[in-house]
């Protein structure tokens, strides 16, 4: 009796719990991310799949063409440039409204790119806008005056300052509001790339009173129904929400859960619906977009699936229309499927590219695969590369001297990497194997060097002529005092088997053409932060991503002060190039410059030794979801993307 | 029984004192910085360190009462903070507060675990009995078959397997996710196997001593029917064995398993658990272990409580 109480109870309880109500309904896109978003603020972004959202929740001034990144009309209309290519004039879209009916003004803007380059915000790409006249001055001055309050807070005055910052913003810093609908942006010196910057996610703007939570009596102002926030008197900060100042530090301090549903308001083609932690994501059109005929899919919903083979199999049962992110250990095994299909159908898919079909729709006219076939798993080059870092540092981080800091060693050890053999047999992606730092073809008028290749004669003459050679047949290298070269301290990260294979092919490699040891450190990636950090290792594994079309965004990882650098590698022939390039106004020439110094990195320097081209696999049925990109850069709008709805 | 309850009760804030004081420790030691990007590009040194100090991560021992503070509703009652039990944000989800996270959470691992536990003991006390009543037989060999298999299967195998089977060939449940019963099927089977497994072993230990008891001689002798003998008089007393271990059980199984939660992406805590370490993000770290640790003391609360219910004679107090 007891027994079955206590059951009965517990059942209730479940039930209770339980709350089953089946709200995951269908939307017209389905697509999955591994990791939930980890951020909607988009100055505070730095992932690719928080830029993803950005640019589905948020519509900047311009935007990129995706396919061949051309700039667009957006929020406002193409800038007026000025003859001196300093001054960009913006004319912001009269019809443009955020999500709550607001309009869309030229104050918005400014308030979000003075967000940007507060050190308040700790945005992650504030550097990236120092172009902007005065805007590394204001930096630095904010920065020094926090340091200084810091050293005595009082009370009142972390507001004083805050004022004091604000007027020194709008006086110093090239961004002005020259009316309501109109923005101008100086810049430092002529940047080809300006505009680029512009299109990219941290760009994109905020509405003030939702990301401050201003008081809800504002919105009600007869001032603020005409004119937006900028027509009423600003709420001090102690009445808002979600922002404040701290007594202690004096910065301006922001609380991040405006940007939820209900309270986040924007002006791109969604809102945002719903949002569930580590679970799903919905967003549906926006009423008020400018131009609702662009958006094809009426909502998109966002799953959170941590396990690839989980997300592989959920694909399989058709509930999903598209994995963004496929690291399956078995999606090389799927991509041979895939080519199976494409080799059995080769006629007829030379036949349909003559006359001009694209790829995905070629395959989706084609009959189904079968029994170990399969077209539904894509590769695409990514705007990134996969490399390994030479610790250039003269001394090791205990003290010993450093090898690697002689280029003619970098050389030796960058000529013996065979990298066919590892996109081949070790990855077994066949990723494009490349000799530098910037991905092939992915930067419109830049022609990428050729740098070092695949030569281990040449790597040993490189040694020799430094005096490292076997000197006692044992088929390891001394040098001319007979001690052995070090034993090499390869660092890699556990996090994925990848970089294990790989370093372990290397090792071979390197210990069957050059005559060392190599040991292998496997850590994981936070150690290995630490341990770059502190130029605790000799060669380490390493990739960067590009973050705007211009071959700077790779090169600067090679300037002696980036943050980025974590090779150590100093060179102030680079450094001047560099900075010839940023002076350089006419743009082929500029390309040339940053060309030259390319080459001489990786035919001369070899600060790093480039493997391949990153990759991304994404997993949809051709012909049914249409409007993805596959430039390059793969930055997808996801109100491009559109998926047929048939057999359903 | 009130005495026990009200020192058990008394008990807890101290428990979970020494398990804030533990869990901060080794937390703190993670290396790394919750705040930065494992890949990607590095803040300017001025932007970390105005980071640190904003979510006091600069100086431990302001971190630590801080915390405990806001967490405990202390500097709620003191008039320094505006609510009470507040777990402060994530530290590397920005958008969301722990308390947010652990709202959402918990439920979920609490219902999956809860029907994983009921599983367990429907699976694992029906076989048990089975198996009892006639030893040695092909039943009873079948059941401890069942056991071994459900004890020594990793949960990743049998949950890609049920994936596999039930939902990408047969078609019949979904894959991943959570939402209604049919999400729910899956994960809680994979979950409940090696609790029942564990279960049928303790059930049928004590049903097999049991039923050699003179008191069930007695009870046949007086003519009682069979089912009566076994199921009132024998599983009665076989089950206290069972009951304690169902107390630490629950508490297991509704706090979330990592690898279960990640098969089929359940959103449950579990998951943060694990994450959470990883990217020491201190406050969900803090968060997730005071709540599993107040979860367990109160599971084993009621499993005392519910002990001394069903046998009078046990004293705890």
């Known amino acids: ?648 | 029984m009130t005495r026990l309850i009200v020192h058990r009760l008394l008990q807890l804030p101290l428990i979970l004192l020494v398990i804030y004081t533990i869990t901060f420790t080794l937390a703190w030691l993670i290396p790394g910085n919750p705040l930065e990007n494992p890949e990607g590009r590095r803040p300017p040194p001025e932007i970390v360190a105005a980071m640190k100090a904003q979510y006091n991560l600069d100086n431990p021992v302001v971190f630590y009462f801080d915390y405990l503070g806001k967490a405990t509703g202390i500097s709620w009652l003191i008039g320094r903070h505006d609510r009470p039990f507040d777990l402060g944000p994530s530290l590397r989800h920005e958008n969301w507060s722990v308390n947010e996270i652990l709202a959402g959470s918990v439920p979920v691992s609490m219902t999956l675990g809860l029907t994983a536990i009921l599983l367990a003991c429907l699976i694992g006390i029906t076989t048990g009995v089975i198996g009892a009543l006639k030893p040695g037989s092909i039943a009873d060999l079948s059941t401890l078959l069942l056991a071994l298999v459900g004890i020594s299967l990793p949960p990743f195998v049998v949950g890609t397997l049920l994936l596999v089977v039930f939902s990408v060939w047969l078609g019949w449940l979904p894959v991943g996710g959570w939402g209604g019963v049919s999400y729910l099927i899956l994960p809680a089977i994979t979950l409940s196997l090696p609790f029942a497994a564990y279960i049928a072993r303790l059930t049928r230990f004590g049903m097999i001593e049991q039923l050699n008891a003179d008191y069930i001689r007695t009870a046949r002798a007086k003519g009682l029917p069979e089912y009566k003998v076994v199921l009132k008089h024998a599983l009665k007393n076989a089950f206290l064995p069972v009951l304690s271990y169902l107390g630490p059980a629950s508490a297991a199984a509704m706090t979330g398993s990592f690898v279960v939660e990640r098969v089929f992406a359940v959103p449950g805590v579990g998951t943060h658990f694990v994450d959470a370490v990883l990217s020491k993000d201190l406050t969900l770290i803090m968060g997730v272990v005071l709540t599993y640790a107040a979860m367990l003391i109160v599971f084993n609360l009621i499993v005392d409580v519910l002990y001394r219910w069903v046998d009078p004679r046990i004293s705890l107090a």
């Open chain 1, 1 to 648: 009796m007891k027994l079955i109480v206590t059951l009965m109870l517990l059942v209730a309880m479940l039930t209770a719990l339980a709350r089953l109500d089946d709200s995951t309904s269908r939307a017209d896109l389905v697509y999955v991310n591994r990791g939930d978003v980890f951020t909607l603020d988009p100055q505070r972004m730095s992932y690719l799949k928080d830029f993803r959202m950005a640019y589905a929740l948020y519509e900047g001034l311009v935007r990129w063409d995706n396919t061949d990144f051309t700039i667009q009309p957006a929020a406002s209309e193409l800038p007026d440039i000025s003859a001196d290519r300093l001054t960009y004039t913006f004319h912001i879209k009269p019809e443009a409204k955020w999500s709550n009916g607001d309009p869309v003004t030229s104050h918005d803007f400014l308030y979000a790119w003075k967000r940007l380059l507060f050190p308040d915000t700790a945005a992650d790409y504030s550097n990236l806008f120092f172009i902007i006249d005065g805007a590394s001055e204001f930096w630095a001055w904010r920065n020094e005056q926090l340091a200084e309050f810091a050293q005595d807070p009082s009370a009142g005055r972390a507001t004083q300052l805050w004022n004091l910052a604000q007027a020194h913003f709008e006086r110093s810093v090239g961004i002005r509001a020259l009316d309501d609908h109109t923005l101008e942006i100086r810049l430092r010196q002529p940047t080809a790339y300006f505009l680029d910057l512009v299109c990219f996610a941290p760009s994109s703007p905020v509405h003030r009173p939702s990301v401050e939570g201003w008081p809800e009596s504002i919105a009600s102002d007869p001032r603020y129904q005409e004119r937006g926030w900028i027509g009423v008197e600003l709420p001090t900060l102690d009445r808002c929400q979600w922002a404040g100042l701290n007594p202690k530090t004096g910065r301006f301090e922001q609380k991040h859960q405006w940007a939820r549903p209900g309270r986040l308001v924007s002006n791109g083609p969604y809102i945002l619906a719903e949002w569930r932690f580590q679970r799903d994501m919905r967003l549906v059109k926006n009423p008020y977009f400018h131009t609702p005929e662009i958006v094809k899919s009426d909502s998109i919903l966002a799953l959170t699936i941590a396990d690839t083979n989980t997300s592989t199999l959920a694909f399989a049962t058709g509930r999903l229309d598209w994995l963004t992110d496929v690291n399956a250990e078995y999606q090389a095994d799927m991509l041979q499927q895939k080519l199976a299909y494409e080799q059995r159908y080769a006629n007829e898919l030379a036949e349909m590219s003559i006359k001009g079909r694209s790829l995905d729709d070629m395959l989706g006219a084609l009959p189904p695969p079968e029994e170990g076939e399969r077209r539904d798993i894509h590769i695409f080059p990514a705007f990134g590369t996969d490399f390994f870092s030479f610790n250039c540092r003269p001394f090791l981080a205990d003290g010993r001297s450093n090898p690697f800091s002689l280029p003619a060693v970098r050389r030796a050890f960058a000529l013996c990497v065979n990298k066919q053999t590892i996109v081949e047999q070790v990855t077994r992606l066949n990723e494009p194997v490349v000799t530098t730092l910037i991905p092939p073809d992915s930067i419109p008028g830049y022609n990428n060097p050729v740098g070092l290749g695949y030569d281990p004669n040449r790597g040993r003459q490189e040694l020799e002529s430094i005096g490292w050679k076997d000197r006692n047949s044992d088929g390891l290298i001394e040098n001319e005092n007979g001690e052995l070269f070090p034993i090499i301290d390869l660092l890699w990260t556990t996090n994925t088997s990848r970089y294990k294979w790989i370093s372990l092919e290397l090792k071979a490699q390197w210990e069957q053409a050059l005559g060392v040891r190599v040991e292998l450190r496997g850590v994981d990636t936070r150690f290995y932060k630490e341990d770059l950090k502190q130029g605790n290792f000799m060669i380490a594994r390493g990739r960067w991503y590009g973050d705007y079309g211009d071959p700077t965004t790779f090169l600067d990882l090679c300037r002696s002060t980036d943050g980025n650098n974590d090779r150590g590698y100093e060179n102030e022939y680079v450094d001047a190039m560099l900075d010839a390039a940023a002076l350089e106004l006419d743009p082929a020439r500029r390309m040339k410059i940053l060309e030259d110094c390319e080459r001489f990195l990786f035919t001369e320097e070899m600060p790093l030794i480039p493997i391949c081209q990153l990759v991304q696999v994404y997993m949809y049925e051709p012909g049914r979801v249409k409007g993805l990109t596959q430039h390059p850069r793969l930055v997808q709008y996801l109100w491009q993307i559109e998926v047929r709805k048939d057999e359903e």
